[in-house]
Nanobody
Framework: QVQLVESGGGLVQAGGSLRLSCAASGRTLSIYKMGWFRQAPGKEREFVARIFWSDGRSDYADSVKGRFTISRDNAKNTVYLQMNSLKSEDTAVYYC????????????WGQGTQVTVSS
């Protein structure tokens, strides 16, 4: 089992920045990759970014490329999402997720943290 706890959400003005954190506990040695997803009201959950635990390779959704940065601290078992130049359309509940199966599917999810960007 892996437990994930997100933090760092809040209210920010457009153009501002926030950093989300996701602390993993439990069987963290089994983590293959971690990702951030978001879900806005009335919309489907969408992929934001992911990072591979062993070598730090990362990928981003086109909508956040150049504005968001995903990183990890293996010693702290924590993944971060630095969000800059925030837009109102970034408003959503942000979830972190972990894949311990290396099969493409994320099998552990956090409870989510709200990010609200005011215009």
């Amino acid at each position: 089992q892996v437990q994930l706890v997100e933090s760092g959400g809040g209210l920010v003005q457009a153009g501002g920045s926030l950093r989300l954190s996701c602390a993993a506990s439990g069987r963290t040695l089994s983590i293959y990759k971690m990702g951030w997803f978001r879900q806005a009201p009335g919309k489907e959950r969408e992929f934001v970014a992911r990072i591979f635990w062993s070598d730090g390779r990362s990928d981003y959704a086109d909508s956040v490329k150049g504005r968001f940065t995903i990183s990890r601290d293996n010693a702290k078992n924590t993944v971060y999402l630095q969000m800059n130049s925030l837009k109102s359309e970034d408003t959503a509940v942000y979830y972190c997720a972990a894949d311990t199966n290396a099969r493409g599917q994320y099998n552990y999810w956090g409870q989510g943290t709200q990010v609200t960007v005011s215009s």
